[in-house]
Nanobody
Framework: QLQASGGGFTQAGGSLRLVCVAS????????MGWFRQSPQKEREFVAQ????????VYADFVKGRFTIARDGAKNTVYLQMNSVKPEDTAVYYC?????????????????WGQGTLVTVSS
């Protein structure tokens, strides 16, 4: 089970940190990722991190602004969102990925959290 939190309301240029807590059995040797979905848009990839935190991949639209990290001792993955923009407004989902690949699709992730809403005003 994955439990996401940390969403909220902020102004453009601000920051938020999303948190996703997993059970130990859910977290361990799995890659983790964040996706987002806004109204009238498909769910889109944001970032993923390898099981040991050694590799991370970002969507082009968040590079330099968002950072994904994980803490194995806490079974937690984070998404630090800086310099947010109104177009970052969406429900953000964390997800678990068996294995690792630079090819990224939502179908590669086998367990999903419930989502946390981020709203950015202009």
């Amino acid at each position: 089970q994955l439990q996401a939190s940390g969403g909220g309301f902020t102004q453009a240029g601000g920051s938020l940190r999303l948190v996703c807590v997993a059970s130990a059995r859910t977290f361990g040797s799995y890659g983790m990722g964040w996706f987002r979905q806004s109204p009238q848009k498909e769910r889109e990839f944001v970032a993923q991190i390898s099981w040991n935190g050694g590799r991370a991949v970002y969507a082009d639209f968040v590079k330099g602004r968002f950072t994904i990290a994980r803490d194995g001792a806490k079974n937690t993955v984070y998404l630090q969102m800086n310099s947010v923009k109104p177009e970052d407004t969406a429900v953000y989902y964390c997800a678990r990925r068996p294995g690792w690949s630079m090819e990224i699709s939502a179908s590669d992730f086998d367990l999903w959290g419930q989502g946390t809403l981020v709203t950015v005003s202009s």
